[in-house]
């Protein structure tokens, strides 16, 4: 165990929601290609020997009354989700810009 990595981690996860917290220690691209286990075609944090652990130590040290492999992938199905609606939502038809008026004509 690595007590200095895991009081760093532990230090960020209590700034608030594990969801939202996640990403003080992982870029959204990191949690969006990384998932516990490498299923679906991602890489397997798992990998990642003594990061896991000490955010495995982490988690539990913050979340203690529930399994910190099941909290951590709920965390990062969050940022998943949250990913996958900021990325379709779209405020306006991104080829607004071809259906311009030219001679007072709108064109379409």
Do not use: W
């Not at 007590?3 to 691209?29: A, C, H, M, V, Y």
């Not at 955010?55 to 989700?81: D, F, H, Y």
């Amino acid at each position: 165990m690595i007590p200095d990595q895991t009081n760093s981690i532990r230090k960020f996860l209590r700034q608030g929601r594990l969801s939202r917290t996640i990403r003080l220690i992982f870029s959204e691209d990191i949690l969006l290609n990384y998932n516990i286990d490498g299923n679906q075609k991602k890489k397997r944090l798992k990998d990642h020997e003594h990061l896991f652990r000490s955010l495995m130590n982490a988690i539990g040290q913050v979340e203690p009354t529930l399994p910190s492999e099941k909290v951590l992938s709920k965390a990062m199905r969050c940022v998943k989700n949250c990913a996958a609606k900021k990325k379709g939502k779209v405020d306006e038809d991104p080829l607004s810009f071809l259906n311009v008026e030219m001679n007072g004509v709108q064109k379409s």
